[in-house]
């Protein structure tokens, strides 16, 4: 089957660096994204690899190994308005039809 | 500014009505939208996938006689449920695509069943 996991929770400091990863098992992968969704608002999209290495993107990094089905997201210099959920998507192709499978998101609460 | 449009944003109605949500994609064509159903502090479930001009195609356990899906066009896809009952109770939020881009998500529809 398809499983995607991603650590419920993590707390971090304003200012600081906060690393939240994402394990998959999967197939017909062709692509992770990362997403970030405030409660009770749909997410927003933050970035996305489809091939292996580091995608950088202001403040937010992403990074993908396909061979370990692995990827993290890396924010740096954290804020107050940072704190959200952020979810792990893998889009597969399934009999020439594309979708995502989500993880559960990670609940990341930044303090003063 | 956003690129998908979902309205209604708030939906609150009496048991066995339907309810009609419409997901637009504003400035792209989307070759597919998607449905989900969010339960609090769960993930995104995806529900369907719609083509435009064929039938949408529901994942498992979903029942495509009370979760219709219609895609008219290419900018705008609807989801009505049927005959609704306080178990449907949920947020609702569509996506689209084009290619192999990534998905935008329209605002979400919190969808309160009494």
């Known amino acids: 089957g398809q499983n995607i996991d991603q650590p419920t929770e993590m707390t971090a400091t304003e200012g600081a660096i906060v690393q939240i990863n994402c394990t998959y098992q999967?197939?017909?992968?062709?692509?992770l994204f990362w997403y970030q969704q405030h409660a009770g608002e749909a997410p927003t999209f933050l970035s996305y690899n489809v091939l292996d290495g580091l995608e950088e993107k202001g403040r937010f990094s992403s990074f993908l190994s396909r061979s370990k089905g692995y990827s993290y997201l890396l924010l740096k210099e954290l804020q107050m308005k940072d704190s959200a959920s952020y979810l792990c998507a893998v889009s597969l192709t399934t009999s020439g039809t594309y979708k995502y499978i989500f993880g559960t998101g990670t609940r990341l609460k930044v303090l003063a | 500014g956003a690129v998908v449009s979902q309205h209604p944003s708030w939906v609150i109605c009496k048991s066995g009505t339907s309810v009609k949500i419409e997901c637009r994609s504003l400035?792209?064509?989307?070759?597919?939208m998607f449905w989900y159903r969010q339960f609090p502090k769960q993930s995104l479930m995806l529900m369907a996938t719609?083509?435009?001009?064929?039938?949408?195609?529901?994942e498992q356990g979903v029942e495509k006689d009370k979760f219709l899906i219609n895609h008219a066009s290419l900018t705008l896809s609807t989801l009505t449920v049927t005959s609704a009952h306080p178990e449907d109770s949920s947020f609702y939020i569509c996506?689209?695509?084009?290619?192999?881009?990534?998905?935008?998500f329209g605002d979400g529809t919190r969808l309160s069943i009494l």
């Open positions: 999967t197939s017909g992968f062709n692509g």
């Open positions: 996506s689209a695509r084009a290619g192999a881009r990534p998905q935008h």
């Open positions: 719609s083509n435009e001009g064929s039938k949408a195609t529901y």
């Open positions: 400035d792209f064509q989307a070759t597919t």
